[in-house]
């Protein structure tokens, strides 16, 4: 089967519009609450392609393009929704108006 034999379980991710803090503060933090485990769980996820990623190119060489290549675009579309990303493309950016445009 493909579930873990033990480990924290969660409901995932929250749906439906945020519980308004006034109203119901239970509901609001157990929202932000469930937010903030999807949030990790991606976050792990991601470091977990990360790390098979980084042993696919020292496995694969010079081929490590052709043959990684799948690996790579899952780890990028892992990050989306992390904050990891947009970190990440803010500094580059910063660096390249740095530079005058050229990468």
């Known amino acids: ?14 749906t439906g519009p945020r519980p308004d803090p006034a109203v119901d503060v239970a509901g609001f933090f157990q929202h932000r609450d469930a937010v903030v485990k999807e949030k990790f769980v991606r976050i792990e996820t991601s470091k977990i392609i990360k790390e098979k990623l980084k042993l696919c190119y020292l496995r694969e060489g010079v081929n490590h ?15 989306r ?17 740095k530079r005058g445009g050229q990468l």
């Open 65 to 79: 393009l052709e043959n990684c290549s799948e690996l790579a675009t899952a780890y990028m579309d892992s990050l």
């Open 1 to 14: 089967s493909n579930h873990m034999a033990s480990g924290p379980t969660f409901d995932g991710p929250p």
């Open 81 to 97: 929704g992390t904050g990891i990303y947009k970190i990440h493309n803010a500094h580059h950016a910063r660096d390249v108006v």
